[in-house]
């Protein structure tokens, strides 16, 4: 994966180091709201409103660990 390391801000190298990193799993509800520290039915409301990236599989919602850190990374900003 060859990156023109000059062509980055320091936020974006930032990212990604940190998803080399950081395995990119499929994380249940109880992880993510873990992760986040947030509560499970607020993150139901987040992810059901687009603001929180997961997927919703039958009655559970799915979140990518990778997509859940950038999501963070974006409110650090």
Do not use: H
């Not at 994966?1 to 062509?7: E, G, I, Q």
């Not at 993150?43 to 660990?65: C, E, H, M, Y």
């Amino acid at each position: 994966m060859p990156t023109n390391l000059a062509l980055l801000s320091l936020d974006d190298l930032k990212v990604l180091l940190a998803e080399n990193e950081i395995k990119n799993e499929v994380w249940d509800s109880n992880q993510a709201s873990e992760y986040l520290t947030i509560s499970k039915p607020t993150l139901f409301k987040q992810a059901a409103a687009g603001v929180i990236p997961g997927v919703r599989i039958g009655d559970d919602w799915k979140f990518s660990s990778i997509a859940l850190y950038r999501f963070v990374s974006r409110l650090e900003e």
